[in-house]
């Protein structure tokens, strides 16, 4: 027996409820749609629709449901299609006739939209802080090796030496865009649909600006059928964190990468790897792997939501329910892997005389030879079709470009730029990665961890 049976006849078929409840999933929000309720409550006195003895009477029922759910003792009953029935069954059970006065002057269309708001408020919160202590935990592994370097790409082939603080800040930046992304999209999800009812409103003279204020909302909706329609803020948080798996699956490809024989930049901890069922010698990135491929999922969730929202018709559908399971999935992934990954960089040895050694290849310093040209006057083109030539060179004698350039008299003079990290030291320019430069970074990325560290608050 539901809760709106009044107009039917037969109960409802099995197919059909299978399909169509939501409290298998959407159990998780209890403590948000009790929240949501307490200031509808409230608000319902406000308006003079509970004396206040029921006001106080709804109130301490619905605190203690929330016990029963936090002590594991509360019941499904059969006809508790979604949380919010569960919860008005179970407040009517208790409360009797008082009970019934509950659902005045709301619909589940509007709570269910309050309720959501209010667990992505709480997640995305969450999940700032989750993503600036794996942004310091960038910040600290790159302040155990102070100086060391290894070489940077593009295209995945050696470019130029670069410290690893430079290289590890860059991730820590795409990090922080991200947090700053999800402050923004909290910001606009923090809009209360409560009091829209169905779609269109109520007779009853409640004040949604009243229970916007109790819920910590910004503001009241101004349309009610937008109020009851809108998961932009769903679609905008799933992109969010889809953007932040794909950060986290570039970071996990590097580290798979850097964790190889080949490479051999870094290793991870025995906690944070996994080993072979057959291969004895096998010390896997796992973790690595997982935070790579989990962005497809991120992505999918995204997309499906997406394209679940396509084409609906205002207002309510019940096409909005299927919102909550990519919004749960997604959170629940990237809680995982942000949390993983911190620990894997935590964990982390970073070889620093392997990655040196790869950065110290002699090539590297190409560019350092063509802007020495540069300093002489030389126009830079010409500088590096000069030095390009002398690369040719030097891979067609089988030798290497310090060897060519010893060779050669019009660049014997550069050979100090083939000292190991010379190339780095010469680098100044803002933003850069020479120590200087890097300095000037830190100190930058300090103040952006600390500026959205106090926006938690
Ligand atoms: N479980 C539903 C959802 O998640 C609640 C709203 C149902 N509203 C309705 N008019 N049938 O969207």
Redesign the pocket.
């Known amino acids: 027996m539901t809760l709106w049976n009044g107009r039917f006849s037969s109960p409802m078929a099995a197919s059909l409820w299978d399909l169509s409840q ?1 409290y298998s999933f ?1 159990h998780i929000l209890y403590a948000h749609d009790i929240v949501g309720s307490k200031a509808h409550v409230r608000g319902l006195e406000h308006a003079g629709l509970l004396t206040g003895d029921e006001c106080e009477q709804l109130l301490s029922t619905l605190d203690a449901v929330a016990q029963e759910f936090e002590d594991g003792s509360f019941v499904r009953h059969e006809g508790d ?2 949380i ?1 029935m569960a919860i008005e069954r179970r407040v009517t059970e208790l409360a009797g006739a008082t009970g019934a006065k509950l659902h005045t002057a709301r ?3 509007d709570q ?1 939209a309050t309720t959501l708001r209010l667990f992505t408020r709480d997640a995305v919160t969450t999940l700032t802080k989750d993503l600036i202590d794996l942004v310091n935990a960038l910040r600290e592994l790159g302040s155990r090796y102070p100086e060391a370097y290894l070489p940077g790409y593009t295209h995945l082939q050696r470019a130029q030496p670069v410290l690893l603080s430079h290289h590890l800040g860059a991730h820590a930046w795409s990090l922080l865009r991200d947090v700053d992304r999800l402050f923004d999209a909290r910001g606009r999800l923090n809009v209360s649909p409560l009091g829209a009812g ?1 779609l269109a409103g109520t007779s009853l003279p409640i004040d949604p600006a009243f229970t916007a204020k109790l819920l910590g909302f910004g503001e009241p909706f101004a349309n009610s059928i937008d109020a009851v329609s809108d998961r932009d803020f769903v679609a905008e948080t799933l992109f969010d964190i889809a953007l932040v798996g794909i950060h986290l699956s570039r970071m996990g490809e590097e580290l798979v990468l850097w964790t190889t024989s080949e490479f051999g930049f870094a290793t991870l901890g025995d906690d944070y790897t996994t080993g072979s069922s057959m291969l004895p010698q096998k010390k896997n990135s796992d973790v690595a792997e997982l935070a790579r491929a989990k962005s497809g999922r991120l992505v999918g969730n995204l997309t499906g939501l997406l394209v679940t929202l396509k084409g609906l018709p205002l207002s ?1 559908n ?1 096409d ?2 299927e919102d ?1 399971e990519p919004l749960f999935d997604s959170l629940e992934q990237v809680f995982l892997i942000v949390e993983a990954l911190r620990g894997a960089y935590g964990s982390m040895t970073f070889h620093v005389e392997t990655a040196q050694r790869a950065a110290d290849d002699p090539n590297l310093v190409a560019v350092d030879i063509a802007e020495r040209l540069v300093e002489g006057g030389v126009p830079f083109r010409q500088a590096h079709e000069q030095v390009g030539q002398l690369v040719g060179e030097a891979a067609k004698h089988n030798i290497s470009l310090a060897e060519a350039v010893a060779q050669n008299d019009q660049f014997a003079p550069f050979a100090d730029l083939f000292a190991p990290g010379a190339s780095l030291r010469g680098r100044t320019s803002p933003g850069g990665s020479g120590p200087v430069s890097q300095r000037a970074q830190a100190d930058r990325l300090q103040v952006a961890i600390d500026v959205a560290t106090a926006r938690l608050i």
């Open positions: 939501s959407d299609e979604d919010h619909s589940r269309n269910v169905a309510y019940r909005l329910q909550k």
